[in-house]
């Protein structure tokens, strides 16, 4: 869960990790796109989707997180908050980055077949989504935190994850 106080600490569900899966092949097919990626402001992958096997994600979402980290401080050097958009046009692929409620960061790649405009039309929306997810486990963590609710594990939860 998202804890309302430190929302930079996140612990995906099944529920949100499903909602943000779907979410991500939606935005793929509707980008033309090769790969998206989802990714904590950590660097730490949450989720992807499309070609992802000639793609070393870890040093992906690593530096995607470093990239945002960077050109916020460049931001505000120039007296900027921030940059919520970033865009790397390569030779073949292009790369599209933005973050999702200053929370999450979304990474498009992206080749010929699609163009940047498309690109920054269905992250927008797919982006709104994502916030929507977002605000709706900040509120599911914010009642369990005020009602005491504490998911424990017993031995038999940790004896089944052994199997």
């Known amino acids: 869960m998202v804890s309302p106080m ?15 899966q779907s979410i991500l092949k939606k935005l ?9 990626f989802l990714v904590d ?13 000639d793609f070393d994600t870890t040093s992906l979402a ?20 921030e940059f919520s958009i970033l865009f790397h046009e390569g030779q073949r692929d292009n790369m599209h980055i933005s973050l999702v409620d200053n929370r999450l960061i979304l990474v498009v790649v992206f080749d010929g ?12 929306r797919a982006g709104e989504e994502l916030g929507r997810i977002l605000k ?4 599911t963590a914010e009642r369990e ?9 017993t031995e038999a939860d940790i004896e089944s994850l052994f199997k």
Do not use: C, M, P, W
């Open 136 to 139: 709706a486990v900040d509120e």
């Open 41 to 53: 402001k950590n660097g730490s992958l949450l989720t992807s989707a499309g070609e992802t096997e």
């Open 113 to 124: 077949r699609s163009s940047i405009g498309l690109v920054r039309l269905r992250v927008r």
């Open 62 to 81: 690593s530096l995607a997180a470093g990239n945002i980290a960077a050109t916020g401080g460049l931001a505000s050097l120039i007296g900027e908050k």
């Open 145 to 153: 935190e005020e009602g005491g609710v504490i998911e424990e594990l």
């Open 6 to 20: 430190n929302q930079n600490r996140f612990i995906l569900h099944e529920k949100e990790y499903n909602e943000f």
């Open 28 to 36: 793929l097919i509707d980008a033309y796109a090769k790969v998206v």
